[in-house]
């Protein structure tokens, strides 16, 4: 997959949102209504505590998320980029466009031609036993 990143587009990562947090919801809410203005909307992984598209329990936990990205998807681009807490997702939407793990770092363009490498990272860390 091969993307074009708009002027105005919003990456946000690792909010990890869990049952004590709410706010990447209510920053959900304000794209949804209007407040953040974005022609395109980056989730650039690990939004989640832990998600896992085939696994009931989390997905059920998430759904209202789930459901509002999905709203939100109607009206602004919305990419989905799985991190090491939110995996198998591409079965949760419809019209997000959804990257998997492997398929990151994924290549894209700027408006003004740059070319950029757009992961969540975390698969690229050194793990070490001591």
Do not use: W
Request: proline share 2%; hydrophobic share 40%; net charge positive.
């Amino acid at each position: 997959m091969y993307l074009n990143i708009k002027n105005g587009a919003v990456f946000i990562a690792d909010a990890h949102e869990s049952s004590s947090t709410s706010d990447f919801y209510k920053f959900l809410q304000k794209v949804d209504n209007g407040k953040i203005k974005t022609p395109q909307l980056f989730l650039m992984g690990d939004m989640f505590d832990l998600l896992v598209g085939d696994i009931a329990y989390t997905v059920k936990k998430y759904q209202k998320y789930i459901d509002l990205i999905e709203k939100i998807s109607l009206h602004v681009e919305v990419f989905c980029f799985e991190g090491n807490h939110d995996f198998r997702l591409k079965k949760l939407f419809k019209n997000v466009k959804v990257i998997p793990f492997e398929a990151q770092p994924l290549r894209a363009k700027l408006e003004d031609s740059t070319t950029v490498y757009l992961s969540h990272g975390d698969r690229f860390e050194k793990k070490t036993l001591s």
